[in-house]
């Protein structure tokens, strides 16, 4: 099983742009498809996009659509979110979780492995 763990969060201003990422280890990276979560207030983690495996194939959630993007760099065992243009209702704890299917999943549960999250806090 994959271990992950993110780094990248920190404190910006409405505006800004972070770049998270998304290490991982113990396993071949590239044959694991790598989503992207966030929680706000509350327990429920609401998917923010996700990056196929090999092919790396992306689906972002429309309410980040165009200001959000994801990538990986395999030979790093990297998968990176691009966030732009950030505003306050981006602030939440951000994950990123990994699975071996080949099929992208909105939904938490479908992905077997979790980082501890980063927290991303932006101001107005």
């Known amino acids: 099983q994959v271990q992950l763990v993110e780094s990248g969060g920190g404190l910006v201003q409405a505006g800004d742009s972070l770049r998270l990422s998304c290490v991982a280890s113990g396993s071949t990276f590239s044959r694991y498809t790598v989503g992207w979560f966030r929680q706000a207030q509350g327990p429920d983690r609401s998917f923010v996009g996700s990056?196929?495996?090999?092919?790396?194939?992306?689906i972002i959630a429309d309410s980040v659509k165009g200001r959000f993007a994801i990538s990986r760099d395999n030979a790093k065992n990297t998968v990176y979110l691009q966030m732009n243009n950030l505003k306050p209702e981006d602030t939440a704890v951000y994950y990123c979780?990994?699975?071996?299917?080949?099929?992208?999943?909105?939904?938490?549960?479908?992905?077997?492995?979790w980082g501890q999250g980063t927290q991303v806090t932006v101001s107005s």
């Open positions: 979780a990994a699975d071996s299917s080949n099929m992208i999943s909105h939904l938490p549960a479908a992905y077997a492995s």
């Open positions: 990056i196929i495996r090999n092919d790396g194939d992306t």
